[in-house]
C-alpha cells in the first residue's frame, strides 16, 4: 500500500491508496454531523443526519443528510424534518440488509425523495398552506463501500476532498447559479448578489419532482463534506478546504466549520456533515 502525506500546520492527513480499491472490506466510515442555529437566526430550520452502519456488515454503509427549510417559523421545520424522516424511513431498512441488490438503489433513492416531496405538500395542503410557501433543500448521499450515490435538490452543496485539493460536485439550484451559468454573473457575486436565496428546486413546492440520483465512486482517504448554504455563502472554498486539510476527526472539524461561519457573521442557519473513508 503507497501512503501520500498531505502536510498542514496542523498536521498530516493521510491519504492511502491501495492497488485494489475494489477490496472494499477493508474500508471504513468515519463520519460526524452538526448544526447550529448561528448568530442572527433565532430558530434553526436545518435538519442534518448520519448513520453509519455497524462493522457486522459488509461493505460498509452510510447515510448522510442536510436539509435547510423554507418558510416561516414552523413551516421549515417542518418541510426540513418531514424530508429526513421520510427518506430515513425508507432507505435504513434497505441498508440495513446483509445484501442489497445495487441495481435498484438508484431507484429506492428516487422513490424516497418524491415521497419526501409528496410529504411535505401533502402537509401544506392539509394544513392550508401555500406550498410555495414551505419547502426545503436537500443533500442525500449514500455509501456503499466505495461506491456513492447522490440526490440533490436546492442550494446545499456536496465536496469531496482528495489529492487534488476540494472540489464541489453538486451544482446551486438556484437564479444565480444559473445567471452564472449563461455568462450574465461572474461566480463571485453569487454571495452578495440580491437574488442569491431565490431557489429554482427545492422539495415541497409542487406535488411532482423530477429527481437525478447520481452515482459516482470514492476512494480510500477522501473526505466528503455535505452542508447548507449557511457555511459556504460565508467560508469560501479556499477557507473550507484548509480546515478539511486538519489531521482531525470529523467530529472535530465540524465544530471548526461551525464556528468560521459564526464568526464570518453567522447570518444564516448552519449544517455540516463530515464524512471520512478510510483504510480498516
Not at 498531505?6 to 498536521?11: A, F, M, P, Q
Not at 428516487?110 to 419526501?116: F, L, M, Q
Not at 435538490?153 to 444559473?178: K, M, N
Request: charged share 25%; aromatic share 4%; proline share 4%.
Amino acid at each position: 500500500m503507497a501512503v501520500v502525506d498531505w502536510t498542514t500546520s496542523r498536521g498530516r492527513f493521510i491519504v492511502a491508496e491501495s492497488d485494489d480499491m475494489g477490496s472494499i472490506s477493508r474500508i471504513k466510515i468515519e463520519a460526524a454531523a452538526a448544526s447550529d442555529r448561528g448568530v442572527e437566526r433565532s430558530i434553526n430550520q436545518d435538519v442534518v443526519y448520519q448513520w453509519v452502519s455497524e462493522q457486522d456488515l459488509n461493505p460498509p454503509r452510510a447515510l448522510l443528510m442536510v436539509a435547510d427549510g423554507m418558510g416561516g417559523h414552523q413551516e421549515g421545520e417542518v418541510a426540513s424534518r418531514l424530508a429526513v424522516e421520510t427518506i430515513n424511513n425508507i432507505l435504513l431498512p434497505e441498508l440495513r440488509k446483509k445484501r442489497i441488490d445495487k441495481n435498484k438503489i438508484t431507484e429506492i433513492i428516487r422513490t424516497a425523495v418524491n415521497e419526501s416531496n409528496a410529504s411535505i405538500f401533502d402537509y401544506a395542503i392539509e394544513n392550508d398552506i401555500i406550498p410555495q410557501d414551505m419547502g426545503t433543500t436537500l443533500d442525500c448521499v449514500v455509501l456503499v463501500g466505495i461506491e456513492a450515490y447522490l440526490a440533490h435538490v436546492g442550494d446545499g452543496r456536496v465536496y469531496i476532498l482528495d489529492r487534488d485539493g476540494l472540489r464541489q460536485i453538486t451544482s446551486d439550484h438556484s437564479a444565480v447559479a444559473e445567471m452564472v451559468g449563461v455568462g450574465l454573473l461572474d461566480p463571485e457575486e453569487i454571495y452578495t448578489h440580491p437574488k442569491r436565496n431565490i431557489l429554482t428546486q427545492g422539495l415541497g413546492g409542487d406535488s411532482k419532482l423530477e429527481v437525478i440520483v447520481e452515482k459516482f465512486d470514492v476512494s480510500i482517504g477522501e473526505r466528503i463534506l455535505v452542508c447548507s448554504d449557511g457555511l459556504w455563502g460565508l467560508v469560501r472554498d479556499p477557507a473550507i478546504e484548509k480546515i478539511l486539510l486538519w489531521a482531525s476527526p470529523p467530529h472535530v472539524l465540524v465544530k471548526e466549520l461551525i464556528a468560521a461561519a459564526n464568526e464570518a457573521g453567522g447570518e444564516d442557519n448552519i449544517s455540516i456533515i463530515i464524512c471520512d473513508i478510510l483504510p480498516a
